[in-house]
């Protein structure tokens, strides 16, 4: 798979893509990452990729005539011009960064990583600044756009390295033990587990949207607390139900809004009853 990031601040990505995981999957072919300056398809002595908003305002817009010239590069036409034989962009995924745009998630990075419906070898991100994009290159140009969050960022550049590193870690091969991107917050449900060991009983449940549970290892106490008993007792069946039990707690506690979506059994709902009643919610 390959990102592609448009940006006036190149050097940005400088460092992130030289660790962790990320490097690794880089190093052995399995993601690719072009980054590439926006200045450098201005035509003017003092590169601008800037100007004032129509209708007055605060702050200034990133222009039209330099995003399309970058994206024209990269083989991207106007989405109504794109066709599926031949076509540069027929495999490609086009994402502004902005403020404005849908909030991304888990789901959306399984999408992008081929493992739901859609299957894109390409996606390409452009990093909004400023006040924004001149709406032209949105309308245009993009097949979606998109924000990590309810904040304002400087620029989209974060964003960008948000976007690739959640979705990078999903790609077949990247995470050294596959079944590390289906075991944890906003994961899947059991029934889309696709990974499993054989002959010895799973001891979690799929996330189905919800967060993960706690996590301990050694030692076993430590600051005068003792990890829990029932993680350490060799019962597959008795961890499982703990660690449903606490996912659906800190769920309730962090992130409420999510169980209205998550994938729900009915052990999960008596689980979720005895947990609001012993809390007083």
Not at 40 to 47: A, E, I, L, Q, V
Not at 79 to 97: F, H, P, Y
Request: proline share 4%; charged share 25%; glycine share 12%.
């Amino acid at each position: 798979m390959r990102f592609e990031i448009v940006t006036i601040f190149p050097g940005f990505f400088a460092g992130i893509f030289e660790n962790g995981i990320l490097r690794r999957a880089l190093a052995e072919g399995l993601v690719t990452v072009g980054v590439h300056d926006l200045r450098t398809f201005t035509h003017d002595r003092h590169r601008t990729v800037d100007d004032r908003p129509f209708g007055g305002g605060e702050g200034m817009v990133l222009k039209a005539e330099p995003l399309a010239e970058a994206l024209a590069s990269l083989g991207i036409k106007p989405k109504t011009e794109r066709g599926s034989g031949g076509d540069a962009a027929a495999d490609t995924q086009v994402i502004l960064l902005s403020a404005q745009g849908r909030r991304f998630t888990q789901a959306m990075a399984r999408e992008m990583a081929g493992l739901g419906s859609a299957k894109f070898d390409r996606v390409v991100l452009i990093c909004g600044r400023y006040e924004g994009v001149d709406e032209r290159v949105n309308e245009l140009y993009c097949d979606m756009e998109l924000s990590i969050g309810d904040y304002v960022l400087s620029g989209g550049e974060l964003a960008a390295a948000v976007v690739v590193d959640a979705v990078m870690r999903l790609i077949p091969g990247v995470l050294g033990n596959e079944a590390s991107g289906e075991f944890e917050s906003f994961g899947v449900a059991d029934a889309e587990i696709t990974s499993d060991a054989e002959g010895v009983p799973r001891s979690q449940h799929g996330a189905g949207g919800l967060l993960d549970y706690p996590h301990y290892t050694r030692p076993a106490e430590f600051g005068g607390m003792r990890a829990p008993e029932v993680l350490m007792n060799g019962d597959h069946l008795q961890i499982r139900r703990w660690r449903r039990e606490q996912q659906l707690r800190k769920t309730l506690a962090n992130r409420p809004d999510l169980l209205e979506g998550a994938a729900l059994s009915a052990e999960d709902r008596r689980l979720l009853e005895a947990i609001r009643a012993k809390s007083g919610g």
